[in-house]
C-alpha cells in the first residue's frame, strides 16, 4: 500500500510542477541577480557601453574654449578702432566682409549685434514739408519708425513719396490744431507755415497752429512720455536791437504787425513748451531756426532765396526789397537736419540757435545766384515790406559747446543742389501747363 501511494505521488502531474517551481525559486532569482551591482557601476557601465562619455568630453571642450576666448574678443573690439568700425558697419548695414583683419574680425563683428541701438517710433508733424521732409529721411535712413502728420497746406506728398510702401514709414493727413493720440517715442514739432507769404494768407489760422496745435502735441508727449521738440524761428528776435542774436536776448517784436502771428505765435508755442517743462515734468527741446535753404522749398514762398533761384531760372528780374543791404545768414537744411537731432538726442533743453553764421546782404545774396544761374540776369527794386528786420546773424557758441555742432556747408557749394532741383521742378511745371 505504502508502495502504491508513493508512486501514485511521484507521478502526481501537480506534484511534480510543485516541486520543479520549488526547485527553481531556491536556485535562480532575477531580482537578487538585478541588484547585485550598485547605482555606480551600473552608470558607468551605461556611459561606456553607450558611447555618452565621448559626447560629455566634446561639450566640456567647447564650453572651455568659449569662456577661454570671450574675454579675449572683449579686450580686442573695445581697443582696435578697426574691429569697431567693422561692428559699426554690420550694425547698421548688415554686412559681412572680412578685410584686412581677416576670420578674427569676422567673428568679432558678430558679437555686439544683440546691443544694438534701440529702434524709436518718432512722429513729425508737418513731415511732408521742406525741413521734415529731409528729416524723416535722415531718421528713416538711421532706421527708426516715423509717422509724419500733415494737412498739406505747405507740405507735398512729392517730398515723401519716396518712402511709400516702406513698413517703417506712415502718413496722416491730419491737422494739430486738433487732437491726435498715438504712441511714440519722440515727437518733432514742425507743423506750421514758415513764410510771410504762407502764414500771411491766414493769420488767424497761423496763430492757432502755433498755440492750439503746439498745446495739443504737448499734452500727447504729456499722456505717452515721449520727447517733445519745438521748431521755434529767429523771428522771435523780431528786428533786433542786439547783432549777432545770441539765445540770451528777448528780441524786439511787434506784438500787433502784420507778421505777429507768425512771430508771437512761436513766442507763444516756446512758453508753452517751457511751462509744460516746468509744470508736468515733460522732457522738451527748443530749436531756434535760422534761414535754411535747399532742394524741396517751395517754389513761390515769398523767401528770398526761393524767389531768386525761381525768378532767375525763368528768366524774371531778381526782386530786391528795400535798398538791400538788409542781412540774413543761410544755411543748408542738411545742416539743420543734423542739429535737430542732435539737439532731440542730447541732454540740454535750449533754445538752441540753429544757424549759419554767415553774413550776406540781399543784394550779395543776388550777385551768388546770378553768378550760378544766369549772369545776364536784372536786379529790380521794390518797396520793403513791414516789419523786415534790418539784420539777422545767429550766434551759434551755445549749439558748438554743448550740441558739437556746427554747419558744413557752404552757400557756394549747397546753392547748385537747390538749383539742380528748382530747374527740374519748373520745367515739369511748365511742361505740364504746356498739356493742358
Known amino acids: 500500500m ?15 510542477l510543485r516541486d520543479i517551481e520549488m526547485n527553481q525559486h531556491h536556485t535562480y532569482s532575477p531580482k537578487a541577480h538585478k541588484h ?16 555618452r562619455l565621448l ?5 566640456i571642450l567647447i564650453t572651455s574654449a568659449f569662456f577661454i576666448m570671450q574675454p579675449t574678443l572683449s579686450r580686442l573690439s573695445h581697443s582696435d578702432p578697426r574691429l569697431l568700425s567693422s561692428v559699426s558697419v554690420l550694425d547698421h548695414e548688415g554686412v559681412s566682409s572680412y578685410g584686412d583683419t581677416g576670420m578674427m574680425t569676422a567673428a568679432i563683428r558678430r558679437v555686439p549685434v544683440g546691443i544694438r541701438r534701440k529702434r524709436l517710433r ?24 516715423v509717422i509724419v502728420i500733415d494737412n498739406f497746406f505747405t507740405g507735398r506728398k512729392e517730398n515723401v513719396m519716396h518712402h511709400f510702401g516702406d513698413s517703417r514709414f506712415e502718413l496722416i493727413r491730419h491737422d494739430v490744431v486738433e487732437p491726435i493720440l498715438l504712441e511714440v517715442d519722440q515727437i518733432y514739432h514742425l507743423a506750421c507755415p514758415a513764410s510771410p507769404v504762407h502764414y500771411k ?17 504737448l499734452g500727447l508727449a ?10 521755434s524761428t529767429s523771428e522771435v528776435y523780431g528786428d533786433p536791437l542786439e547783432h549777432p542774436q545770441k539765445e540770451t536776448y528777448w528780441g524786439n517784436v511787434n506784438p500787433i504787425g502784420v507778421r505777429s502771428c507768425y512771430d508771437e505765435g ?25 534761414n535754411t535753404y535747399g532742394p524741396r522749398m517751395c517754389l513761390d514762398d515769398g523767401r528770398v532765396v526761393s524767389n531768386f533761384v525761381a525768378q532767375a531760372i525763368r528768366k524774371q528780374p531778381l526782386t530786391v526789397y528795400g535798398d538791400g543791404k538788409q542781412t540774413r545768414s543761410f544755411q543748408y537744411v542738411a545742416d539743420l537736419v543734423n542739429g535737430l537731432m542732435a539737439l532731440m538726442e542730447g541732454e540740454h533743453i535750449g533754445p538752441f540757435n540753429l544757424g549759419n553764421p554767415g553774413e550776406f546782404t540781399m543784394l550779395e545774396l543776388a550777385q551768388v545766384v546770378k553768378e550760378t544761374i544766369d549772369p545776364s540776369a536784372v536786379i529790380e527794386f521794390r518797396e520793403n515790406t513791414a516789419d523786415d528786420p534790418h539784420k539777422r546773424k545767429p550766434d551759434i557758441s551755445k549749439a558748438k559747446d554743448l550740441l558739437n555742432w556746427e554747419p558744413k556747408v557752404p552757400l557756394w557749394e549747397g546753392l547748385p543742389l537747390m538749383v539742380s532741383d528748382f530747374q527740374n521742378r519748373i520745367l515739369n511745371e511748365e511742361e505740364g501747363k504746356g498739356q493742358k
Open 55 to 59: 559626447f560629455i568630453l566634446v561639450g
Open 266 to 290: 512761436k513766442r507763444t508755442a516756446e512758453t508753452l513748451t517751457m511751462d509744460y517743462h516746468r509744470g508736468a515734468d515733460v522732457e522738451v527741446r527748443i530749436a531756434r531756426i535760422f
Open 222 to 231: 504729456k499722456r505717452i512720455g515721449a520727447r517733445f521738440l519745438l521748431t
Open 201 to 217: 494768407y491766414n493769420p488767424v489760422k497761423t496763430i492757432k497752429t502755433n498755440v492750439m496745435g503746439t498745446l495739443n502735441m
Open 36 to 51: 547585485s551591482r550598485s547605482l555606480l557601476q551600473r552608470s558607468i557601465h551605461y556611459i561606456i557601453k553607450e558611447q
Open 122 to 145: 518718432i512722429v513729425v508733424t508737418g513731415g511732408a514739408g521742406f525741413v521734415g521732409s529731409h528729416l524723416v529721411d535722415k531718421l528713416i535712413g538711421r532706421g527708426d519708425e
Open 2 to 16: 505504502q508502495t502504491m501511494k508513493q508512486l501514485h505521488k511521484q507521478s502526481s502531474p501537480v506534484s511534480h
